[in-house]
C-alpha cells in the first residue's frame, strides 16, 4: 500500500543544532503533510505542502518537496529541547492520507 | 478552544471483553476518523465516517465497529479484544475529504489488554 518511508528511524542531536528527517512514497501523490508527535500523545500538524511546490516554510521548519525523486524533506533550524518528538509525514491520495512509520528525535539540552 | 476529546486516556480491558472508546469533537467537522497506533509504528487508519457514511478499511478486522450518533461524537468498539489489539487509539477529525484538508487529532486513548 501507498506509504511514506521515513529516514532516520532515530536522531539524536544538541541544542542548537539542525535537524533534517526525510520521507520518500511510491506513488503520484496530491499533497505531503508533516506531523508531531509527542510521546503518548495525539498528532499535531505542522505543515503541507503540495504537490506543485518545492519548498515551504514555517517558522524554523523548512520542508522541501522533490516529486520527480518522490521524497521530502523536513529541516528543523536551531532545534530546542521542546523539539524533542516523533515526526510523520503522510502523503495524501485522492484525500486519503497514509502515515510513514516516523523519525524519533531527541534534542538534548 | 475547539478541540478533539478522547475518553478515556488510558483503558485496560481484559482477554474477549468488549470494549469501546469515545472521541468527542466541538470543531463541527464533517469527518472523523480512527486510527491505530503500534508502538513505533505509523498510525494505520482503520475506518471514517463522512457526515454518517461509514468508509471501512479493507484490511481492519470485523473485531472493530464503530459509531457515530451525532456531529460531535464517535465510538470504536472492539468486541472481542485480543492481546495484538493492544495499542493506542487516535480520533482525528477534518472539515471534509477534499485535498489539502489538515487533519486535528486527539490525545489518543491507550489500550492494555490483560
Known amino acids: 500500500s501507498q506509504q511514506g518511508e521515513e529516514d532516520p528511524q532515530a536522531l539524536s542531536i544538541q541544542e542548537g543544532e539542525n535537524a533534517t528527517m526525510n520521507c520518500s512514497y511510491k506513488?503520484?501523490?496530491?499533497?505531503l503533510q508533516w506531523y508531531r508527535q509527542n510521546s503518548g500523545r495525539g498528532l499535531v500538524h505542522l505543515i503541507l505542502i503540495r504537490s506543485n511546490e518545492r519548498e515551504k516554510h514555517s517558522g524554523r521548519l523548512r520542508v522541501t518537496l522533490d516529486t520527480s525523486k518522490k521524497s521530502s524533506s523536513l529541516l528543523i533550524t536551531a532545534s530546542r529541547a521542546a523539539d524533542t518528538a516523533s515526526y510523520f509525514c503522510a502523503t495524501d491520495v485522492a484525500g486519503k492520507s497514509t502515515f510513514g512509520d516516523g523519525t524519533t528525535l531527541t534534542v538534548k539540552p | 478552544d475547539a478541540m478533539v476529546i478522547q475518553n478515556p486516556r488510558y483503558q485496560v480491558t481484559q482477554f474477549g471483553k468488549p470494549v469501546t472508546l469515545s472521541c468527542s469533537q466541538t470543531l463541527n467537522h464533517n469527518v472523523m476518523y480512527w486510527y491505530q497506533q503500534k508502538s513505533s509504528q505509523a498510525p494505520k487508519l482503520l475506518f471514517h465516517?463522512?457526515?454518517?457514511?461509514?468508509?471501512n478499511e479493507a484490511d481492519t478486522p470485523d473485531n472493530f465497529q464503530s459509531r457515530r450518533p451525532n456531529t460531535s461524537f464517535c465510538f470504536l468498539d472492539i468486541r472481542s479484544p485480543g492481546l495484538g489489539d493492544a495499542a493506542m487509539y487516535l480520533c482525528?477529525?477534518?472539515?471534509?475529504?477534499?485535498?489539502?484538508?489538515?487533519?486535528?487529532f486527539g490525545p489518543g486513548t491507550r489500550l492494555l489488554v490483560l
Open positions: 482525528a477529525t477534518s472539515r471534509g475529504r477534499n485535498v489539502d484538508e489538515t487533519q486535528y
Open positions: 506513488t503520484s501523490i496530491n499533497n
Open positions: 465516517y463522512y457526515d454518517k457514511d461509514f468508509n
